[in-house]
């Protein structure tokens, strides 16, 4: 694959997380936490480095969901 396997393994962590923030509404510390990440800062620069944008500005990019759930 070209990277090394810590580098899969956090890459598939923030897939997951941005799963998550386009699916749920779960708290962002709660998204970090299931997804492996020690600590909400490590989430977000994580997810910044290989999202380009923080978590919360991912959420906000998304469009709102159909069924209701997202106001």
């Given amino acids: 694959l ?3 396997p810590a580098d899969f393994v956090r890459r598939e962590r923030v897939r997951e997380a941005a799963e998550l923030l ?3 509404r779960l ?3 709660e998204i970090g936490r ?3 990440f020690a600590s909400a ?3 977000a ?7 380009g944008s923080t978590p919360s500005a991912y959420r906000k990019e ?3 969901r159909r069924s209701g759930t997202w106001r």
């Fill in 45 to 51: 620069q994580t997810f910044r480095r290989y999202v």
């Fill in 34 to 36: 299931r997804t492996g």
């Fill in 27 to 29: 708290p962002l510390q």
């Fill in 62 to 64: 998304q469009p709102a």
């Fill in 2 to 4: 070209g990277i090394t």
């Fill in 41 to 43: 800062s490590h989430f």
């Fill in 22 to 24: 386009r699916q749920s």
